[in-house]
Structures are given as C-alpha cells and as structure tokens.
C-alpha cells in the first residue's frame, strides 16, 4: 500500500519560506511521478507543481512557477516544495500526489492514484 505523508507546514509570515517535504512510502519512490496540490479555504483543490520519476520534467502553475520549486530525491524516497516569499493568499492544505504514469506531470487530480493527507500552511499579513 503506497502512503504519503507531507509535513513541514505551519503559520508564516507574508514574505517568509517553508519547505514541504513529501515522503512515500510502499512502494519504489521511482516509480511514480509526483504533485502537489492545494486547497484554499472554501475552494476547489488547485494545482501547484509536478515532477516526473526523474526530476528531468517540472511542471508549474503560471502564478506560482517564480516563487516555488518543486524537487525529489530519490535516495530518500521524498519530495519536496520549496515556497518563497509567502502570501496570505497561500493560505491552504497543501497535498501531495503520486501517480503511476513515471513521466507524467499532470495538472488535474484524477491523474493521481494515490494521495496524502495535507499539511496546512497559514500566511498571515
């Protein structure tokens, strides 16, 4: 049974950073192409970024792509989401996601199969 588990989320300050890490766990981490996602309050889950198996492929939402990097690395069977200079409008669960297609860098959430629980990141003013 695949698993992800996200962490590193919490209340920042506009301006700040965080990382989030995403480690999987069940299964080969190179097997799966990787997301992220996320939820702001009272809206529909978004995409944010994605990588494929390698790393070789990224993928960005346009409005995100200069303040975010996502990367993986494969020793450690973790991904993560490097944020900077954080807004209020960031404020949301962030989720990460896996899917099966190794290559694929999909922006809608049915491309994944598999998901972990979110960690929440609050960007106060």
């Known amino acids: 049974q695949v698993q992800l588990a996200e962490s590193g989320g919490g209340p920042v300050q506009a301006g700040g950073s965080l990382r989030l890490p995403c480690v999987v766990s069940?299964?080969?981490?190179?097997?799966?192409?990787v997301g992220w996602f996320r939820q702001p309050p009272g809206n529909e889950r978004e995409f944010v970024a994605a990588?494929?198996?390698?790393?070789?492929?990224?993928r960005y939402d346009s409005s995100m792509k200069a303040r975010f990097t996502i990367s993986r690395d494969n020793t450690k069977s973790t991904a993560y989401l490097q944020m900077t200079s954080l807004k209020p409008e960031d404020t949301a669960v962030y989720y990460c996601?896996?899917?099966?297609?190794?290559?694929?860098?999909?922006?809608?959430?049915?491309?994944?199969?598999?998901w972990g629980q979110g960690t929440q990141v609050t960007v106060s003013s």
């Open positions: 069940g299964g080969d981490f190179s097997d799966y192409g």
């Open positions: 990588i494929s198996w390698h790393g070789s492929v990224t």
């Open positions: 996601a896996a899917t099966t297609i190794i290559q694929r860098v999909g922006v809608r959430p049915q491309e994944y199969d598999y």
